[in-house]
């Protein structure tokens, strides 16, 4: 067996995930005492300067890891990406407009469910036929539709878009569902006129919603929003139109400092595509294992794979337990096995399960 005196714990969870282990440190000080306060980070009032500076470094980190100018600005709000699927059309969609969407998975249905209340849908392009395990090739969007509608990652079934060129030809504004890959690798971020994603991935801890928007994209609709899902006015009042989840945003502020640290997205990218080169060069060198994604649509986030023989998955699953790796199972929906790979998830990591995918393979194949 491959297990230490002290075994050591492999979060490969999908969300909430790993984060830094110095981001988890200064929050975990910050409970305590907070900036030398004397008080605990979740005690402060939202509305003094303690939480205002953390507010403002968290939306000035943001625009600045991703290049944005004054065109966009950024929001922490309640709520995960699925607020946003309603949140989006209610802003952006009459009802006798129509919105485009693609079709490549649970999200990106759920996302086109919530929208068909608000106008009509114009499906683009779906991976449904091939149980999402691939993504379509081609789109074909309605010139007039208000916006086009992407989910950049797909963490369940494993598949993300790797061009997005393809959307940008459209001239259409883009909207994007980024909650598992974002921040994660280079893009032109003031392509997208609306940006959300739940933090608890990449960004951040669970309970708090990011969304980057171009307030150019807003006000052009004739429907009564509600106070509260109103973008505008979140944008005035600076993401403080409500009471904030105060500690979930600071933990944004630490991992986006982190990252603007370890040097940017450049950087991260760097790794992230070290781990995903080792990951899927072990994964293709063992024939008990499949892979079951397109190889050329395979998600550097979450990968997902099998083993044909349910016996040895359980066997194998069993021992990734024992070994210290978590979140190894896959998906109800996908089956087999799936692992996240997320921005602080270390190569050693990687490295490890690796190792022990050889391991399994030599003595059960």
Not at 58 to 66: V, Y
Not at 119 to 142: F, M, W
Not at 168 to 185: H, K, N, Q
Request: charged share 20%; proline share 3%; aromatic share 8%.
């Amino acid at each position: 067996m491959l297990q230490s005196a002290k075994t050591v714990i492999h979060n490969f969870n999908a969300g909430p995930s790993i984060l830094p282990k110095e981001v988890f440190e200064e929050a975990s000080r910050a409970i305590l005492d907070f900036n030398n306060t004397g008080l605990s980070i979740l005690e402060i009032g939202h509305r003094t300067s303690l939480f205002q500076d953390v507010m403002d470094e968290a939306r000035s980190l943001t625009k600045e890891l991703m290049n944005l100018g004054v065109d966009h600005e950024v929001l922490f709000l309640h709520g995960g990406a699925t607020t946003q699927f309603m949140q989006v059309p209610m802003n952006l969609l009459d009802e006798n407009e129509i919105a485009s969407y693609t079709d490549t998975g649970v999200w990106a249905a759920k996302a086109i469910k919530e929208a068909k209340l608000f106008g009509h849908v114009d499906i683009v392009c779906s991976g449904k036929e091939s149980n999402y395990r691939s993504l379509p090739k081609q789109i074909s969007a309605t010139a007039t539709s208000k916006y086009l509608h992407i989910t950049t990652n797909n963490t369940i079934y494993g598949t993300q878009w790797q061009d997005l060129s393809i959307f940008y030809e459209t001239g259409i504004p883009l909207v994007a569902d980024m909650s598992s890959d974002i921040l994660s690798r280079q893009i032109d971020f003031s392509k997208f006129s609306l940006i959300y994603g739940g933090a608890q991935k990449n960004v951040g801890a669970a309970g708090v919603n990011l969304v980057v928007v171009n307030k150019s994209i807003l006000g052009k609709i004739n429907r009564v929003i509600p106070t509260i899902m109103d973008y505008r006015n979140h944008i005035e009042a600076g993401s403080l139109l409500n009471t904030p989840p105060v500690f979930a945003v600071y933990v944004c502020m630490l991992t986006l400092r982190w990252l603007k640290k370890l040097g940017g997205v450049a950087a991260i990218e760097a790794r992230n595509n070290a781990k995903t080169r080792l990951f899927y060069e072990t994964l293709d060198s063992l024939p008990m294992f499949k892979g079951l994604v397109a190889k050329e649509d395979r998600s550097k986030m979450n990968a997902v794979f099998a083993i044909d023989d349910p016996q040895l998955e359980k066997e194998f699953l069993e021992l990734c337990k024992g070994e210290g790796m978590i979140g190894v199972k896959g998906h109800r929906l996908s089956g087999g096995f799936r692992i996240s790979m997320y921005n602080a998830l270390p190569i050693e990591s990687v490295k490890a399960l690796s190792d022990l995918m050889k391991y399994f393979a030599s003595r059960r194949g």
